[in-house]
């Protein structure tokens, strides 16, 4: 079951110069910064109220996000939804017709296990599920 709204994403060409306009912004310091080995990806939160705000980075030039940045300028990149059950939740939407990007969990940034789904399937919006890695 989705619970909340985890974290908004935006795609920067550099944390180092996109990171002050936000934490002026919000009038907040990141309380984490992380690379994202599997993603490729440089990752820098801020939590906002309930819910975070997530900068990403591309570390490779072949990262999914490098790839989204040619084609599209800085800016919202997604919507992250935590989950109770990312696999269950995963089965149950590809059972309603979504298009699984991972039909397998791998993990993310912030001590999170990560999934996305296609825009294709969900109003052309990107789709991360996470769920709290347990120890």
């Known amino acids: 079951m989705i619970k909340r709204i985890e974290h908004l994403g935006i795609a920067v060409e ?18 984490k910064t992380e690379i994202v ?37 800085q800016g919202f990149h997604h919507v ?9 939740e995963l089965s149950r939407l590809a059972d309603k017709g979504f298009e699984l ?4 969990p791998k993990d993310g940034a912030d001590n999170k296990r990560i999934a996305f789904l296609h825009p294709k399937s969900t109003a052309g919006l990107l789709v991360e599920l996470c769920q709290e890695k347990r120890e």
């Open 14 to 31: 550099s944390i180092e110069e996109s990171l002050p306009v936000f934490e002026t912004l919000f009038d907040k310091s990141s309380y």
């Open 37 to 73: 080995e599997s993603e490729f990806v440089r990752t820098a939160f801020l939590q906002v109220g309930e819910s975070k705000i997530e900068l990403v980075e591309a570390t490779d030039p072949n990262s999914a996000i490098a790839k989204y940045l040619s084609k599209n300028k």
């Open 80 to 88: 992250a939804f935590e989950v109770d059950d990312l696999e269950s």
């Open 101 to 104: 990007i991972h039909a397998t």
